[in-house]
Every structure is written in C-alpha cells, then in structure tokens.
C-alpha cells in the first residue's frame, strides 16, 4: 500500500487518497478472508448443508400442503353430513307437525263421539 501511495502521479491528476489505495489493494489481499470478512466460495459441505436443508424446508412446505388438503376434505365431509343431518331434522319435524294434527284430528273426532254418546244416554234416561 505504501508503495502505492509513493508512487509518483503525472501531471494534473491528483494523488491517491487513502481510500483509493485501499479499494485497490484490498481486493488482492487475503487478509478480509483470513479475519472472516469476506466470503469466499463455498465449500461442498456448506452447499451440500444449504442443499439438505432447502430439501427438509421443501418436504416441510409439502407436508403442510398435504396436511391442509386433508382438513379441506374433513371439512367438506363435515358439511355434507351436516346438510344430511339438517335436512333429516326438517323432514323429522314435519313429519311431528302432522302427527300432532292428526292427532288432534282424533281428539277433536274423540270429543264429538263422547258428545253424542252422552246425548244419546241422556235420551235414553227421559
């Protein structure tokens, strides 16, 4: 670097400044490489690691998707039985709402009866 610096400039350009001379040598130099600075290429077992986990993120990523598919279907199974279920219920209720008026059909028919027997005993008795 300091032979960079102490080299002469020509004419009309101005010296190097400090930054320049370090932008120029750094490149060259190993030392960001040996503190740990600068990435050097990586190395098969960092690719093969980055490869396994891209893999178990993947598979992670398809399980959840086949999870989700599988409720999708439960869910779906769920309303249809619940639509059978609601349409049972209302087909149960009508059948009850016309047991109860025929069964009050009968009460009604069963009074009118009672009432004539009674007229016709109390003719009988005069």
Do not use: H, W
Not at 2 to 13: D, F, H, K, Y
Not at 15 to 22: E, G, L, N, R, Y
Not at 100 to 119: F, W, Y
């Amino acid at each position: 670097m300091r032979a960079i610096v102490a080299e002469p400039t020509e004419e009309g350009q101005d010296p190097k400044s400090a930054i320049d001379v370090v932008a120029e040598v750094l490149p060259k130099s190993k030392f960001l490489r040996n503190v740990g600075l600068e990435g050097v290429a990586p190395k098969k077992s960092a690719t093969t690691a980055i490869q396994a986990r891209v893999q178990e993120l993947e598979a992670e990523v398809q399980a959840e998707r086949q999870g989700a598919e599988a409720l999708r279907c439960q869910i779906e199974y769920q309303q249809n039985r619940l639509e059978a279920l609601a349409s049972k219920f209302e087909e149960s209720e009508a059948a009850n709402k016309k047991q109860q008026e025929e069964l009050e059909s009968l009460k009604k028919q069963g009074e009118e009866t009672n009432s004539i027997l009674r007229r016709l005993l109390n003719l009988n008795k005069d």
